[in-house]
């Protein structure tokens, strides 16, 4: 069983920063791919950003390219998200994901996952 816990969520105006991250606990961190999600009011939850165990090689959403980055540290069981240049169409929970099985093009979906935090929100506006 893995437990995973986000923190970080906030209030920011548009153009600011957030930094989320996500504690892992109860199973070996690595070598999973983990991966963040949103989810806003009355839409389904889509992939964000996801990062393979190593940490070499991390994809990204369309939209969030140049803008967030995601990381891990394996020897800390944590994986973060920074988000910067945020605006209104950021705004939802975030989600942090672990996958045991899913690897490719999995990784891209919710599909792909088989663990979850209990999110955390973000929120953009003026």
């Known amino acids: 069983q893995v437990h995973l816990v986000e923190s970080g969520g906030g209030s920011v105006q548009p153009g600011g920063s957030l930094r989320l991250s996500c504690v892992a606990s109860?199973?070996?961190?690595?070598?999973?791919?983990m991966g963040w999600f949103h989810q806003a009011p009355g839409k389904d939850r889509e992939f964000v950003a996801g990062i393979t165990w190593s940490g070499g090689y991390p994809f990204y959403e369309d939209s969030v390219k140049g803008r967030f980055t995601i990381s891990r540290d394996n020897a800390k069981n944590t994986v973060s998200l920074q988000m910067n240049s945020l605006d209104a169409e950021d705004t939802a929970v975030y989600y942090c994901?672990?996958?045991?099985?899913?690897?490719?093009?999995?990784?891209?979906?919710?599909?792909?996952?088989?663990?979850w935090g209990q999110g955390t929100q973000v929120t953009v506006s003026s």
């Open positions: 109860g199973r070996t961190f690595s070598p999973y791919a």
């Open positions: 994901a672990l996958a045991t099985l899913g690897y490719g093009g999995s990784l891209f979906h919710r599909s792909g996952y088989d663990y």
